[in-house]
């Protein structure tokens, strides 16, 4: 099933049909627009706080990891934090690609697919992005992206727990090696 909406604006009576053709005849606009997505809506909104708590434990980690092995990271582990993205210097384009690729194969999804840096629409240098999501461009799952340009920083984010987030931080460090 996708995932839609919209907005209808117009006359009562066409509002109405829309309505109920949208949900059945005789119930339109009074069960509201759900559009069969009620479980998924309340799913998220239970299980966002864990998600979130997960993330941000993903990031504290690889924040530490990363630091004790040298890395110049943002925020530090012991910072405090205004969003789920973890930055990661690596000074150096191959760190920045293993990285990047260590996250892959630890990931849920995709994990036999090797991330390459590419041209793409928008950014001025490549890029390398390493995603293994269950939803496309997701980033609250884990995910690593950075530009192959200097000082080759790595942006670390997601995790919807923090045993996944952590397996893919610890594959991405085994690749740096």
Same mark, same amino acid.
């Given at each position: 099933?996708?995932?839609?909406?919209?907005?209808?604006?117009?006359?009562?009576?066409?509002?109405?049909? !829309? #309505?109920?053709?949208? =949900?059945?005849?005789? %119930?339109?606009?009074?069960? &509201?627009?759900?559009?069969?997505?009620?479980?998924?809506?309340?799913?998220?909104?239970?299980?966002?706080?864990?998600?979130?708590?997960?993330?941000?434990?993903?990031?504290?980690? #690889?924040?530490?990891?990363?630091?004790?092995?040298?890395?110049?990271?943002?925020?530090?582990?012991?910072?405090?934090? =205004?969003? !789920?993205?973890? =930055?990661?210097?690596? &000074?150096?384009?191959?760190?920045?690609?293993?990285?990047?690729?260590?996250?892959?194969?630890?990931?849920?999804?995709?994990?036999?697919?090797?991330?390459?840096?590419?041209?793409?629409?928008?950014?001025?240098?490549?890029?390398?992005?390493?995603?293994?999501?269950? =939803?496309?461009?997701?980033? !609250?799952?884990?995910?690593?992206?950075?530009?192959?340009?200097?000082?080759?920083?790595?942006? %670390?984010?997601?995790? %919807?727990?923090?045993?996944?987030?952590?397996?893919?931080?610890?594959k991405a460090i085994q690749a740096l090696s």
């Amino acid at each position: 099933m996708h995932q839609i909406g919209a907005y209808v604006a117009g006359k009562k009576e066409y509002i109405e049909l !829309i #309505a109920e053709r949208l =949900t059945a005849p005789g %119930l339109g606009k009074d069960v &509201g627009p759900s559009l069969g997505i009620n479980k998924s809506f309340l799913q998220g909104i239970y299980l966002a706080p864990s998600v979130v708590a997960s993330s941000l434990k993903t990031a504290v980690f #690889a924040s530490k990891m990363l630091e004790e092995l040298g890395y110049d990271v943002s925020p530090k582990y012991n910072e405090n934090r =205004t969003d !789920i993205v973890q =930055t990661i210097e690596f &000074g150096d384009e191959e760190k920045l690609i293993k990285f990047c690729q260590g996250i892959q194969r630890g990931s849920a999804v995709d994990s036999m697919a090797v991330p390459t840096p590419y041209d793409m629409p928008g950014y001025a240098d490549k890029v390398i992005m390493a995603s293994g999501s269950f =939803t496309q461009g997701s980033s !609250i799952e884990l995910s690593c992206d950075g530009p192959i340009r200097v000082p080759y920083v790595a942006f %670390l984010q997601g995790g %919807l727990t923090y045993e996944y987030g952590k397996l893919g931080v610890l594959k991405a460090i085994q690749a740096l090696s």
